[in-house]
């Protein structure tokens, strides 16, 4: 397969044409934003673990029935993915309570949600991510109400298969965004699965293994996505 030239360059990843209409190169890079862009910093290996990490989770997805646009891993920071034509929503699922949720609503960090709640925000930083709901959906089109149906179902699908998997490495999952796309007129699982758009704590000390570290400032980014990809067996090992 031959890289292109250049689709898009986001905050922290580049996507590439291929010699392959259906298919894209996604780029991992060091680069980490937090605020729609308002904090930026290089943070080194970060690009390499996010594209091996968003790989063995989307496979784990895959096996157990979720479409993704995954189809490879190219390199040690690229990846091979379906084009999708991508839904301009994220779909938030929150276990425990953390982050806008407890600036909007007044609860306290690490209150357990029961039943899990979801969200949906349009995909915007311009507008800092506006929080929406599926009449906003409808009246301006940004999805049919099927596809709508179809994301949410698959995010509490995801829920139910993640959450397992990081309780098994002693992690909570404490909440996550999705972005979906359309690949052939189906919701397919789309962008990426790393600790750059969740949260973890350690399930006994409730230590942070995410972005809240770099948003918080609390430093050893790095080495807490490091420590989560090892608790989960992801092979970290230079292609
Ligand atoms: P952002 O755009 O939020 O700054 P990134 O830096 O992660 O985010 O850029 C990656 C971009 O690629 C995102 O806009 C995402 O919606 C888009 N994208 C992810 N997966 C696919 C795909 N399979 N096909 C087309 N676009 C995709
Ligand atoms: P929030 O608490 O800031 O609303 O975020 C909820 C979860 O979704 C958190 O794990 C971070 C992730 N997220 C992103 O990765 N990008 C985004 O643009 C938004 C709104 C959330
Ligand atoms: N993902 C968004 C950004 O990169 C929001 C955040 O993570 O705080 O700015």
């Not at 890289?3 to 990843?13: E, F, I, L, P």
């Not at 673990?49 to 091996?52: Q, V």
């Not at 790989?55 to 496979?59: E, K």
């Not at 098994?168 to 972005?179: F, I, M, P, S, T």
């Given at each position: 397969m031959?890289?292109?030239?250049?689709?898009?360059?986001?905050?922290?990843?580049?996507?590439y044409f291929t010699d392959q209409a259906d298919?894209?190169?996604l780029h991992f890079r060091n680069d980490t934003s937090a605020f729609d862009g308002e904090k930026v910093a290089q943070l080194d290996r970060k690009g390499e673990?996010?594209?091996?990490f968003n790989?063995?989770?989307?496979?784990k997805l895959a096996q157990a029935?979720?479409?993704t646009h995954l189809e490879r891993v190219l390199s040690d920071t690229e990846s091979v993915v379906k084009k999708l034509k991508m839904i301009p929503i994220e779909c938030v699922v929150r276990n425990?309570?953390?982050?806008?949720?407890?600036?909007?609503?007044?609860?306290?960090?690490?209150l357990d949600l029961n039943p899990p709640t979801f969200e949906f925000f349009l995909k915007n930083d311009a507008l800092?991510?506006?929080?929406?709901?599926?009449?906003?959906?409808r009246s301006f089109g940004w999805a049919t109400d099927e596809q709508v149906a179809k994301m949410k179902e698959l995010t509490f699908k995801v829920n139910g298969v993640l959450q397992k998997l990081f309780a098994?490495?002693?992690?909570?999952?404490?909440?996550?965004?999705?972005?979906f796309g359309l690949f052939r007129d189906q919701v397919v699982l789309g962008d990426e699965f790393s600790p750059d758009g969740c949260r973890l704590w350690d399930k006994e000390t409730r230590k942070k293994l995410d972005k809240d570290r770099f948003r918080q400032g609390l430093g050893g980014v790095v080495e807490a996505y490091e420590e989560v990809a090892h608790r989960l067996g992801v092979d970290l090992s230079p292609l």
């Open positions: 031959q890289k292109m030239k250049q689709m898009y360059s986001g905050k922290a990843k580049s996507v298919y894209l190169i673990i996010n594209n091996k790989a063995f989770i989307m496979q029935g979720i479409p425990i309570a953390a982050g806008s949720i407890c600036r909007r609503l007044g609860v306290a960090e690490g800092h991510d506006p929080m929406i709901n599926e009449y906003h959906i098994d490495a002693g992690l909570l999952l404490v909440d996550y965004k999705l972005e």
